[in-house]
């Protein structure tokens, strides 16, 4: 309490000193001036809910025996993307894919990409581009290589460092609505370390500095490359993509050359017995139900700790997958479990990203199957667009925002949109919004 009065104090000398200087200008600009997300923390903010496009150009394996793209593309069963699947997750209210790439199809043994895969990423990608939607592209699974960092570090940080070079260079002029992604999940090595036991403090260390020296390369050789890269936002992949592991203090975020353009990514399936067992296993008993108050306020308590983790200290997070299977289940469990953990991530200034591999989005019809999952996601259409800095968010930034910020920061009135008002970007709404809003205001 004692600190929130110290910082309205601060606030209210700061803007006493403003309105001195401030006059009440004539400049009105239109909303869409403001829309250049510089950072990550503005960019994670205009992302919006999120949608995988899964089991398709992530799909592998050597039974495949692909001589083309669209061999591979279709393996898993899903049809060839089309510009049309894409507007229709347009319309239902998502803001960002997440393209899952297996950059090892059709690879030469040299590790060179195939050039019409990555003409074909960039195909999807120019969809999400002509839809205005953000485009995260990785490195997916691709046959389970990264297993062998804990065996063959060497050779596989040559792949990997071939892979990005390639990438990067591609994309490298490619406007910003593009992010790459470190990795998927597969940033763990259980022969080295494993959290249910049996190694040593010294192997977590070890397995943890794998995964750190991979973030770190990867960061590295997409800066290096140039052009867009020098300034674009990075997906960080935390280890394991698992919240309390990423968490842990062993984990660390790359160092960068530019500020606050790292993103960190982790995924959520849990409880694992509900959202991935169609059937009772060895390690648990298969779940057919979820929505308890205490399964409710789970979502909460692991989300809050990413927030304490990153957010709080200027690392906006994404959740890259999350999502359940529906065999074996009550559907109304699954609709309100995807409803929660959607609406908890995005309520914290996180991004959430549907796993589906076609469960939920009928690629065929262009539309969410569920009608009342569908009007969930459609209510994120139009909130997702932050202006910054239009205050009573009126779509125009204007005088009215300086004076309604002011009665915020004075005490005198809470009716403010507080994603826009949080121009700086750091989760606080004061002082130094209020003279942030000022020089918009003044241009």
Sequence with gaps: MKKRNFRKTVSLLLILSLIATL???????????????????????????????????????????????????????????????????????????????????????????????????????????????????????????????????????????????????????????????????????????????????????????????????????????????????????????????????????PTDTINNKLIISVHYYTPSTFTILEQDADWGKCATTWGTDTEINQVKTDFTKMKNKFTNNGVPVIIGEYGTTTVNKDPTSVRLYITTVCKTAYDMGFCPLLWDSSTHYSRTEGKIKDPQLAAMFLQYKESTTIVLGDVNADNTVDALDYAQLKKYLLGADNTINVKNADINGDGVIDALDFAKLKILLLK
Excluded at 34 to 56: F, H, P, Q, R, S
Excluded at 94 to 114: C, G, H
């Design 23 to 253: 006059l009440f200008t004539s400049n009105v600009f239109a909303a869409s001036s403001l829309t250049d997300y510089k950072t990550a923390t503005e960019t994670v903010k205009n992302m919006g809910i999120g949608w995988n496009l899964g089991n398709t150009l992530e799909a592998c394996g050597d039974w495949i025996n692909g001589s083309s793209v669209k061999d591979y593309e279709t393996a898993w069963g899903n049809p060839v993307t089309t510009k049309e699947m894409i507007d229709g997750i347009r319309a239902a209210g998502f803001k960002t894919v997440r393209i899952p790439v297996a950059w090892s199809n059709l690879m030469s043994a040299d590790y060179t990409i195939n050039s019409e895969l990555l003409k074909r990423v960039k195909e999807v990608a120019d969809y999400c581009s002509a839809n205005d939607l953000y485009a995260i592209v990785n490195i997916h699974w691709d046959g389970g290589w990264f297993e062998k960092f804990a065996t063959e570090y060497d050779e596989c940080m040559k792949k990997y460092t071939s892979v990005w070079t390639q990438i990067s260079n591609y994309f490298k002029d490619y406007p910003k609505n593009l992010i790459f992604e470190s990795l998927n999940e597969e940033g763990c090595w259980n022969s080295i370390w494993n959290r249910y036991g049996g190694s040593s403090g010294e192997d977590k260390t070890r397995a943890y500095n794998i995964l750190n020296n991979i973030n770190q390369k990867f960061v590295n050789i997409v800066r290096a490359s140039g052009g867009n890269n020098s300034s674009r936002c990075l997906l960080i992949a935390g280890y394991a993509t698992d919240i309390d592991l990423t968490c842990d203090d062993c984990f660390k975020m």
